[in-house]
């Protein structure tokens, strides 16, 4: 149930997402014959006064068709109301629609969270906390009686606050001790425990004593007391995951070749949601706001077959004061589908062999 819960998150962003062309199209009068929910074999189908409406097989896509591509309309070809007869203002609008559509509906989710089960915020402690100790023979923690869990208080007799800073305070008082001595206080559950550690020099020659250190802290679900303060902490979560996502695009464009392998096709994203589910349902819409943010920002970016790389032949267009020929844009368009395709297949074949399952039967 929780892989179906997963699967019915994405393929409602997917709704929201073709709807804001829809609705973009049709409140402007632009002609629409077909508006599909997945690809592959037709499962149900609804022929409107102009449009069809239909679902199909694979839930994860979707498209909205307009009559400018389909050689069996009957629309005269200088109609007006065809999406390629519009101004580049109305062409721009129902193409930028789905991403803007993602984005609203992100935020709405997020309001919807905060509002109701809320969210999940990590509040700081004092100290530095060690979650992993390792137990190799160099490992001096080990030896000192470090364990994990523990939690570092002070150094040097210097007390640590739950304040910015103090974790990489503690590191770098450990690096820049090498086969120095420290005095550490530790908290082991109800106990106070003095020690002391000396770091051993790393061949880069800085201190270092096998542990990992984490701020130490708990995580508290905060609710919104109203309804504004809803929408206020919404649009600060909003602001705060499309920077984070933005910034993992440019990590991802900068330095392809180590964060390659961190990109996730629809398998994966459907193997987290379920786990999310699993674990706690109450995130799904976190969740799933965190991909209705990503498909918009993947959408607009200036790449061929998707929504950005229509705006950006529509800005071309506009520089020209005439669309490229429709055989470079033919050209382009179904090169990037085929290059698309290529990796969303890389990538189910790539997820799928390494789910847990798969290996298990493989072994």
Known sequence: MSVLAAIAVLAVLILVHELGHFIAARSQGIHVNRFSLGFGPILWKYQGPETEYAVRAFPLGGFVGFPDDDPDSTIPPNDPNLLRNRPILDRAIVISAGVIANLIFAYLLLVTQVGTVGVQKFVPEPGVLVPVVATDVSSVAAKAGIQPGDVILA???KRLEAVPGTLEYVKQTIATHPNQPLELQLQRGDRTLDLTITPERSPEGQGRIGVQLNPNGKLETRRAANILQAFNVGANEFQKIVVLTGQGFVQLISNFSQTANQ???????????????????????QFAALISINLAIINILPLPALDGGQLAFLFVEGLRGKPLPTRIQDGVMQTGLMLLLGLGIFLIVRDTANLPWVQKFFQ
């Open 155 to 157: 150094i040097e007799g």
């Open 263 to 285: 990109v996730a096709g629809p398998v994966k994203i459907v193997e987290f949601g379920a786990n999310i589910a699993q674990s706690n349902p109450a995130n799904l819409l």
